[in-house]
């Protein structure tokens, strides 16, 4: 037979009521059986049969401690009412009363333990759950982590590369306006923005129209007031719902971002219903508004030209103008450079040639051939890139001509780092 001795809690009922008549009758009969003359131990100086009723009111509380010591004083006056017992046996109507306030004592405290080691045990057994629960989610959390980090590991989130990847594929498309470019460019966001729904739509005069262009899953249909739409179209950039300005409304929107050139005209918007959690971050933010500015001006402006010649200056001065409000807006380094032969020669006209085929993947030229007059903008460059390329440019020199700049009288006139203001943008493409 299975014992529940240390478990009292989960023993059957039956077996208690067993246990409590056993160790009272034991308690009644005992001390008959080895002490006739002085059953009730009035004289040894402490009363043995209460022990029967104390060891149940440990075990099992008050009620049945009460019970048990109830049944031992009704037993033992029944004994001695029925002469079992010998005459001369004295009942001690005080001390019983006093064992009987013991053994309610004992119940008591028995009962309080009880109570308290059960809440302590459901709180065990919470924090033990919670523990299990968190143990499973951080597990999974660790897990998927793993898989983002293995599937990005690939595919950096380069800002160089976005645009360049935003340039090659929009200057392959035959007709670049935005219903013919929208599957295109849908793409691309979605490939470097994670993005799992969303749709381009067009805009004109500040409202979005619908259907979408292009999409990637169902979109709903438009809600005019919806406060990320109108942020959008009112600070004229990319807004998400971290943003602060979008806080007094819900949105169903997760991202809204504009198409615009660099003159502040928005031709279309993204509108993103769902995204993954990790993409929420300032980087990849900042990449998809910056993503989002260069379309925009390369569906307004066609010529896509890295290399230009002086009578495409307008367009070298709206790159100019789009890194300089990158610069100023989301902290993004640009360097422009103004370089010039003072001493026109065939070397230097081959430098300045080799200047041209040389040039880095994002890098935008203006050349003047005629007064060997050359600017470079380099967009995402900061001051360590800039003394890098002047530093190569000074062993072209020596490797290509045999002398160094200094001797061919090439100096740098300019080295800005943007922001700059418009004034220092027109003195520098004046060319002169």
């Known amino acids: 037979m299975k014992t529940h001795f240390l478990r009292p809690r989960d023993v059957p009922e039956l077996q208690i009521w067993a246990e409590v008549f056993i160790f009272t009758a034991l308690a009644l009969g005992l001390p008959v059986l080895f002490n006739a003359e002085d059953p009730f131990w009035t004289e040894g100086g402490f009363s043995w049969p209460v022990l029967g009723p104390l060891l149940v009111s440990l075990r099992y509380g008050f009620s049945k401690g009460f019970i048990s010591i109830l049944c031992l004083l009704v037993g033992q006056l029944f004994l001695l009412q029925a002469n ?7 009942f001690n109507i005080n001390a019983m009363i006093g064992y009987i306030i013991v053994i309610m004592i004992t119940g008591e405290f028995r009962d309080v333990w009880e109570r308290t080691n059960q809440q302590q045990s459901i709180q065990l057994e919470y924090v033990t759950d919670r523990l299990e629960t968190f143990t499973r989610q951080y597990h999974l959390i660790n897990s998927s982590h793993d898989r983002i ?19 090659t594929s929009i200057g392959l498309l035959k007709e670049r ?16 923005g994670l993005l799992e729904r969303a749709g381009l739509y067009k805009v004109e005069n500040d409202t979005v129209l619908e259907p979408p262009l292009a999409s990637i899953g169902q979109m709903g249909q438009i809600a005019e007031n919806d406060p990320l739409i109108l942020a959008m179209i ?13 806080a007094l409304g819900i949105s169903k929107y997760h991202m809204a971002i504009p198409l615009i050139d660099v003159n502040n005209t928005i031709y279309g918007a993204i509108l993103v219903e769902r995204v993954q959690f990790f993409a929420l971050k300032n980087t990849t933010l900042t990449l998809l508004a910056v993503m989002a500015g260069h379309i925009g001006d390369l569906l307004r402006h066609e010529i896509t030209n890295p290399v230009m010649t002086y009578e495409e200056s307008p367009y070298f001065i709206r790159q100019v103008k789009r890194a300089n409000k990158e610069a100023k807006r989301y902290n993004i380094p640009s360097q422009l ?16 040639s080799y200047l041209s085929e040389a040039r880095r993947g994002l890098d935008i030229y203006l050349y003047d051939n005629q007064n060997q007059v050359l600017l470079l903008l380099m967009p995402l460059a ?6 890098g390329f002047i530093a190569r440019m000074n062993t072209w020199c020596k490797e290509r001509t045999g002398n160094t700049l200094a001797e061919l009288d090439i100096v740098i006139e300019q080295q800005l780092a943007l922001p700059i203001s418009s004034d220092d943008i027109k003195r520098l493409v004046s060319l002169s």
């Open 177 to 192: 306006r935005l219903d013919s470019a929208a599957q295109k460019i849908i793409d691309l966001f979605v490939e470097y």
């Open 84 to 90: 079992i017992l010998s005459p001369q046996s004295d």
């Open 149 to 167: 980090e293995q599937m990005l590991a690939g595919h950096t989130l380069s800002l160089r590369e976005s645009l360049q990847a935003v340039r």
């Open 382 to 387: 900061d001051e360590l890139e800039k003394a």
């Open 337 to 352: 450079l103004k370089i010039k032969a003072n001493n026109i020669t065939d070397k230097s006209t081959q430098l300045m």
């Open 234 to 246: 009112e600070e004229k950039e990319l807004v998400s719902v971290k943003d602060a300005k979008t």
